[in-house]
């Protein structure tokens, strides 16, 4: 079974600078997709980035990217320019891609991410 | 906003009741998944149905059980609830083949 591990509970930024998140994940799948889930006070689940296994190149949105190292099985969530709304919980992800099976996402325990003014 | 909708946003009952959770996917995605979110738990999958089938199941209890309609709109029913089933119950969707899952914006139950 896959697993997913994000090893800190919390941690804290100020506001402007530059955040790493990490997730390590355990699977004897080849290809798979992976995640990052953002979760505000409102409880609301927000998709932040996707990264599929077989692309080497890293996924960015805007202030958020990823640093994926397929063979170490990290994937960290690097928030650059750090906002006060951005504090959330944040939950990393994994979905197995093989079409024949189940599709469920499989979360992290997640991380309190606090931003300083 | 994600598109999914799930009814209604908080429900309080008490033990050995049952309740009917709701969920509309956003418009084109043909599967549904539900996942509970608990303290002690985190996020877990419960069910998946895809265009009115079930597709895969998770932790699910079986006092829990689910459908999808014609309207491809969802229904988890719960029953002889107990005080741990308090959690935050979500729904998700997805287009057919891609990766990527809403959130609706979850129905609080609590059991007192």
């Known amino acids: 079974a896959q697993t997913v591990t994000q090893s800190q509970p919390e941690m804290s930024v100020q506001e402007a600078e530059t955040v790493t998140l990490s997730c390590t994940y355990d699977?004897?799948?080849?290809?798979?997709?992976l995640f990052w889930y953002k979760q505000p006070p409102s409880r609301q689940m927000i998709l932040v980035i996707r990264?599929?296994?077989?692309?080497?190149q890293n996924a960015t949105e805007n202030r958020f990217s990823v640093n994926f190292q397929k063979a170490a099985k990290s994937f960290s969530l690097k928030i650059s320019d750090s906002q006060l709304g951005d504090a959330a919980m944040y939950f990393c992800a994994y979905r197995s891609a093989w079409q024949g099976g189940s599709e469920k996402l499989v979360f992290g325990k997640g991380m309190k991410l606090t931003v300083n003014p | 906003d994600s598109g999914v909708t799930q009814t209604p946003k908080h429900l309080i009952t008490a033990t050995g009741q049952r309740v009917t959770l709701r969920c509309s996917p956003r418009s084109g995605d043909l599967s549904v998944y539900w996942y509970q979110q608990s303290l002690d738990q985190g996020l877990q999958f419960l069910i998946q149905?895809?265009?009115?089938?079930?597709?895969a199941k998770g932790n699910i209890l079986e006092r829990f059980s689910a459908q999808q309609f014609p309207d491809l709109h969802s229904e988890l029913n719960l029953s002889s609830l107990e005080l741990g089933d308090s959690a935050l119950y979500f729904c998700?969707?997805?287009?057919?083949?891609?990766?990527?899952?809403?959130f609706g914006p979850g129905t609080r139950l609590t059991v007192t």
């Open positions: 990264q599929e296994a077989y692309k080497q």
């Open positions: 699977t004897s799948e080849s290809d798979y997709y």
């Open positions: 998700a969707s997805s287009g057919r083949l891609a990766g990527e899952q809403y």
């Open positions: 149905y895809y265009n009115g089938e079930e597709r």
